[in-house]
């Protein structure tokens, strides 16, 4: 059975971004603000089209099969899963559940909300932990970075959502997505850092995905993106430099705050997670400097930092 009528719930969803509330409260103007609360590359992949038809011609077969082609030979995907392209990773979160009936959806936390919140206007029953029809597993995990494995991907429906996980490529639980059932979630906005050019891909079997193919319709990704995510995929060399300078500076924010009190309590190469005395303090500190921050209302202590922008590090030391 195929849900398709998910039911708003009214709850409030929390993310990182909100910069538009942090300059209401702080001053400034967008061009005066650093945005860490977001895990975005901040060296993003050149996103350049050259050819016009990308932008005034309906998206192709032969631009959607590059694509595709891409990301098979990138992410290493089997031969028994189907790659279906869509306009962003979170497009798919929210028609997740939409695969199997409602019922009890098992998705360990705390890990990004917007699995439990799609879930759930879809009128599943969330857990975070137990038996389930429904399992999610965010691969390394939002905010702390826990990388899971393949025997926790257990449940008749699995999502793995990797949208972190091209920092570790060598840790992908992309193998999992010839099971049927299972579908394994893949962004371009995160460690390509082109949050805003809206591709993501599912990775499962083609019996699996097709729900979600007819619920996207002919066309669901644009001719840029099709263009610029075809060209990233195909990189490899500005990937491989991209993760040895990510690693360098993830390193370097943690000599900074560790330096000046915090203690490191995970993350990945794209975001840090740290253990401080009083988190929304630290944040309103930062903020007052306009860099902007990400707490959590389940803990008063955790406070998480994307990396800064190469000119932006002398801002970041100053106001810390």
């Not at 996103?47 to 631009?63: G, K, M, N, Q, Y």
């Not at 253990?275 to 959590?296: G, K």
Request: proline share 8%; aromatic share 8%; charged share 20%.
């Amino acid at each position: 059975m195929l849900k398709t009528a998910p039911v708003d719930t009214g709850l409030p969803r929390d993310h990182g971004g909100g910069l538009d509330g942090a300059i209401l409260a702080h001053g400034g103007r967008r061009a005066d603000w650093i945005d860490l609360s977001t895990g975005i590359n901040p060296l993003p992949y050149p996103a350049t089209v050259t050819d016009p038809d990308a932008w005034t011609a309906l998206p192709d077969t032969a631009a959607a099969g590059a694509l595709t082609d891409a990301a098979r030979s990138f992410w290493k995907v089997p031969d028994g899963a189907a790659i279906l392209a869509a306009p962003g990773a979170s497009s798919l979160i929210a028609l997740m559940p939409a695969l199997a009936p409602a019922g009890r959806a098992c998705i360990p936390g705390p890990t990004y909300n917007e699995h439990a919140a799609a879930f759930e206007a879809h009128g599943w029953h969330v857990t975070d932990h137990g038996p389930a029809a429904a399992k999610v597993i965010v691969h390394p995990n939002n905010p702390d970075g826990k990388l899971w494995t393949a025997a926790d991907a257990d449940a008749p429906l699995q999502v793995i959502d990797e949208s972190f996980c091209d920092i570790c490529p060598d840790r992908s639980l992309v193998a999992a997505a010839t099971r049927p059932g299972t579908v394994v979630l893949k962004g371009f906005g995160k460690f390509w850092g082109l949050a805003g050019l809206r591709l993501g891909f599912a990775i499962g079997t083609e019996a699996t995905l097709a729900p979600l193919r007819t619920l996207l319709g002919p066309w669901p990704v644009s001719g840029p993106a099709l263009a610029i995510g075809a060209r990233g995929l195909r990189d490899g060399a500005w990937a491989a430099a991209t993760r040895r300078r990510l690693r360098q500076d993830s390193e370097r924010l943690d000599a900074l705050m560790t330096a000046r009190g915090a203690r490191v309590a995970g993350g990945t190469d794209l975001f840090r997670l740290y253990d401080v005395d009083d988190a929304r303090a630290w944040q309103t500190r930062l903020a007052r400097h306009h860099i902007w921050s990400r707490i959590f209302p389940y803990s008063r202590t955790w406070l998480r930092l994307g990396l800064p922008p190469e000119d932006a590090w002398p801002r970041l030391e100053a106001a810390l």
